[in-house]
C-alpha cells in the first residue's frame, strides 16, 4: 500500500477521487499528493481518526498543509506506546517512488485522547470534512461502540452496505472501498455528479445529497 501505488491502481479502476485516510497519522500525504498529480487524479488528504471511545472518525482537508497540520496534531494526543513492527508490521513513511525515508515508532492504531464529540467539532472548525466511519461495523463504529449514531453536524456518514442496514437519519450516506489492501482499492465507490472538482465537489455533493452508489444509479 505505498502511496503511488495506491493511486496507480486506483485510477486502474475509474476511481476519479482518491482520499488517503492512515490511521492517526498524515505523514504519508506528501508523497500521495504528488503521486496523484503525477498520474492525474484528485488527490483528498485526511486521516482517519481513533477517538478516545474507539471510534474511527474520517477527516478530509482541502489543502496538505492543513491536513499535515492537523495529523501532526491527533500525533500529539497518541499514547505514548512503543510500536511492534513485529506484532503488527512496519510503520514507514515513504517517497513517490516508494523509497521508505523514516520509520514511525511509536503505536499509530491507538485511541488519540479526545473525545468522539470534540473530534467533530474541531474538524468543522478547521474547515475539514468529517464521516463517522463504517457506521455499520460491529467494532470501531459509532454505532457500535456507543450504541447509536449522536445527532451533531457530520458531513456525512459512512456505510458499507447500502442501502444501509443501521439508521442513518438524514445525513448523506457515502459507500468507500476502505481498502488495507492493494487488492480491496475501489471495491466499494460512489458517485457524484458536479461541475466543481476535488474537495469543493465533495462539499457540494454532500450538501446536496447528490450521491450514487453501484447497483444504485
Known sequence: MLPAVLAMEA?????????????NT??????????C???GITGIFGLEVTTREEVHV?????ELEQALEFGSWIE?????????SRLFGNQLICDVSGSAYEEYDLFLYGPADIAYDDL???????DGLVIPAHIDRSANSVTANLGFLPHLPYSAVESIAIPPVVETYEYPVIQSSD??????????????RSEKNGFAALQEAFSTKNISY???L
Open 11 to 23: 485510477a486502474d479502476t475509474g476511481v476519479q477521487i482518491l482520499a488517503l485516510t492512515d490511521h
Open 58 to 62: 474520517l477527516t478530509l482537508f482541502n
Open 37 to 39: 498529480e503525477i498520474i
Open 179 to 192: 481498502a488495507h489492501y492493494i487488492e480491496h482499492i475501489g471495491r466499494r465507490r460512489c458517485f457524484i
Open 214 to 216: 453501484l447497483g444504485h
Open 120 to 126: 467533530i467539532e474541531e474538524t468543522l472548525n478547521q
Open 26 to 35: 498524515c505523514r504519508n500525504l506528501p508523497a500521495f499528493a504528488e503521486a
Open 76 to 84: 500529539s494526543l497518541l499514547p505514548q506506546i512503543p510500536h511492534s
